[in-house]
């Protein structure tokens, strides 16, 4: 598969030329950290490598396909063309967005959002795809969408899939102001019932809109997501915190949102957790000063960090991004990853 390696002083000129640069030292990443406009980036780490993967972001009918990038040090990055497409998921019809990258037995899955429904009665919703290493090629597993219907409200799209301390995988995801947990089979085909029977059960914290996620920490459950317009400036990250995947979510409050000095429209993030001790990582998309056309958003990196008490610091955006910092082989993901 055809990949492109983007060097750092590239990317510092893309910076500049999309609003987003600046001086950028050698050992840093720079903002944006890949080239191109893309949004709502899943990032992972595969092996001994960071994995980015964004939604394409274009008119909702140009939106046939994933691109991923991968780095060994989150400033030195690759990108793997075309890793999914329309060929490859026989019900596609537009609006591809939003991946979800999780490895599991030895193979590599990507859950998506396709066609954008409005309704039960629309063809689309969440899928899943398969592949044998991170950069695919993936094709469509089971050859329908996995879900398919509103449940609870919630429009289905923004999967993210949280691998719990047990071992246990779940599906969380919602649009419309609405967002669902159900629990995953071992082989992603299905969806299988709580013990009271019930599939699908809403989770939605206050002021909760869309691009939902979730980390452990040091035994508390973390579940961010996105609030406000994506097309406006006002888009931002917040966060619950609670005691099980289930909740109940205590609101804490806003951890990432525009500076009029930097970016607008800072949202549907991810999280990584590095090698080093106790070092975090918020991937996010935003728009550069100056940008009128929506889909004009790029991805971003800055370091996430707690206080004392464990609540996530605001973070800063930058146009510096993050130094340098190679995976360690003994290191392990996070929970949710």
Known sequence: MATTGLPIALLTIIGVLTGCGGSNPAAMSGNPI?????????????GDAYWIFPTYSAPYDEQLHFDAFSSPDLVHWT???????????????RALWAPAAI????????????????????????????????????RDLI?????????????????????????????????WR??????????YRTLEPFDDGVVFKEITPDE???????????GRYYFMWSEGGWTGPDYRVAYAVADSVMGPWRRVGVVL??????ATGA??????????????????????LGETDRNHRVVCIDRMAFDERGFIRPVKMTVEGVVASPWGIDTQPLAGE
């Open 267 to 288: 949202g549907h993030h991810s999280v990584i957790r590095g090698p080093g001790a106790d070092e975090w990582y918020i991937v996010y998309h935003r728009r550069p």
């Open 143 to 175: 050859g329908k969408p996995l879900v398919d219907r509103f449940h609870h409200g919630a429009q289905p799209i923004d999967q993210f899939v949280f691998r719990d301390v047990d071992g246990r995988d779940y599906l969380i995801y919602g649009g």
């Open 257 to 262: 949102e525009q500076d009029p000095a930097i």
């Open 178 to 187: 609405h967002c669902n947990i159900a629990r995953l089979s071992d082989d």
């Open 103 to 138: 490895e599991r037995n030895g193979r590599y899955y990507l859950f998506f959002g396709a066609n954008d429904i409005q309704s039960d009665g629309d063809v689309g919703g969440i899928g899943v795809a398969v592949a044998d290493r991170p950069d695919g090629p993936y």
């Open 208 to 218: 909760y809109v869309e691009g939902p996620f979730m980390f452990v920490r040091d």
């Open 79 to 93: 990108r793997h063309d075309r890793i999914l497409a329309a060929a490859d998921v026989p019900w596609l019809r």
């Open 34 to 46: 890949i080239d191109g406009w893309y949004a709502d980036p899943e990032g992972t780490v595969f």
